[in-house]
């Protein structure tokens, strides 16, 4: 078992020709048994000894991959490691470490998100160390810049193993790309747990209790109606003792206003506390995402608001993670 970044999460992944090695996987993240993992691959070629490609997959993969896009494909034969559905989910990471572990270990790589199941999926060297570190057989850290090309959300999954192109989950690919690729509508299934079940699980919660925001300003009145309650620690964002609030928003000048706000509350009359967290676009509110609401669970922070993504590029793959997050009952995926 192996911990390896990629391009969108880290992956914990295992030769899918030793099933027994993929099973591990599954008990290090508590994974749910009836979820599938998507297969890495260096190449299409090596896809097909395993999987049916047709001409509308082959036009995906030749337009999007290596890249963060996983496609559901009729399986060939039975020697990669499944769930026992008739189809396997294959990926062409672009992340260079990722690119290099799948080619030197010359074998398809079984790997699903490296974080316990149900939890944020973690996009940093030091989440996958305090976990995994004594619980896997290695684990590729990467260097600082390849931070720079992180995605910070899972991929786009479209399912192509039917003559409807379906797409099951969304990511920084868009759907339209998709479409324009394939010159035909992609299905948006009502209940995508039915052909994909680990989407009918819930992921990426963090501990605190989360709130979606139309805007910075709905924020900043819901703080002010918390009145005196509210202070900030001047020395680190964080008090003991009190109920904590954690903001993800995008960087505009009412959110000033919400830092003069906190600012301005008397010391002595604390009982809540928060933190900021600013985005600067959606790019880099995907990025931070996850990482954000792992720093809440590490504060134990109570109540965490986070302003509703923008129209644009990665808007829907963000509200998808965040209502997955919002969720609190398995059974309505
Ligand atoms: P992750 O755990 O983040 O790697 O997510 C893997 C996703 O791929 C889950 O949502 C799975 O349900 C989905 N998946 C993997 N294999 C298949 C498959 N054969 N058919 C449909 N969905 C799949
Ligand atoms: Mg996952």
Do not use: W
Not at 118 to 141: A, H
């Amino acid at each position: 078992m192996v911990v390896f970044p990629t391009e969108t999460v880290f992956g914990i992944g295992a030769s899918s020709l030793n099933h027994n090695a993929c099973r591990e996987i599954y008990k290090v993240k508590n994974r749910p048994q009836d979820n599938p993992l998507i297969v890495h691959f260096a190449n299409s070629k090596e896809i097909e000894t395993y999987a049916i490609l047709s001409n509308q997959a082959r036009n995906l993969l030749e337009r999007f991959a290596p890249g963060p896009l996983t496609l559901i494909l009729k399986k060939k034969n039975d020697s990669l490691f499944s769930t026992g559905l008739g189809t396997i989910a294959v990926r062409i990471p672009s992340h260079k470490v990722a690119r290099r572990f799948i080619e030197e270990s010359k074998t398809p790589v079984s790997a699903p998100s490296a974080n316990p199941s149900g939890k944020p999926s973690f996009t940093r060297n030091e989440d996958v160390v305090s976990y995994f570190d004594g619980k896997v057989d290695c684990i590729l850290l990467e260097k600082a810049t390849d931070l720079e090309n992180r995605i910070g959300i899972e991929s786009t999954v479209i399912d192509m193993s039917s003559d409807i192109p379906k797409l099951l989950r969304p990511g920084s690919i868009e759907l339209e790309e998709i479409q324009e690729v394939l010159g035909t509508k992609v299905e948006l299934p009502q209940n995508p747990g039915v052909i994909s079940p680990g989407l009918k699980y819930r992921h990426y919660s963090p501990e605190g209790r989360l709130h979606i925001f139309q805007s910075t300003q709905d924020i900043l009145n819901r703080l002010n109606t918390l009145g005196d309650n509210l202070k900030v620690d001047p020395k680190d964002n964080i008090a003991v003792n009190s109920r904590k609030i954690a903001i993800l928003a995008y960087s505009n000048t009412e959110l000033n206003s919400v830092e003069e706000l906190t600012k301005s509350f008397d010391a002595s009359s604390h009982s809540c506390v928060f933190k900021i967290q600013y985005a600067e676009s959606n790019m880099d509110y995907a990025k931070k995402l996850y990482s954000f609401f792992l720093d809440c669970d590490k504060e134990s922070v109570a109540e965490i608001f986070c302003e509703s993504p923008r129209q644009g590029r990665l808007y829907s793959a963000i509200s998808n993670r965040l209502k997955k997050a919002i969720s609190r009952d398995d059974s309505d995926h």
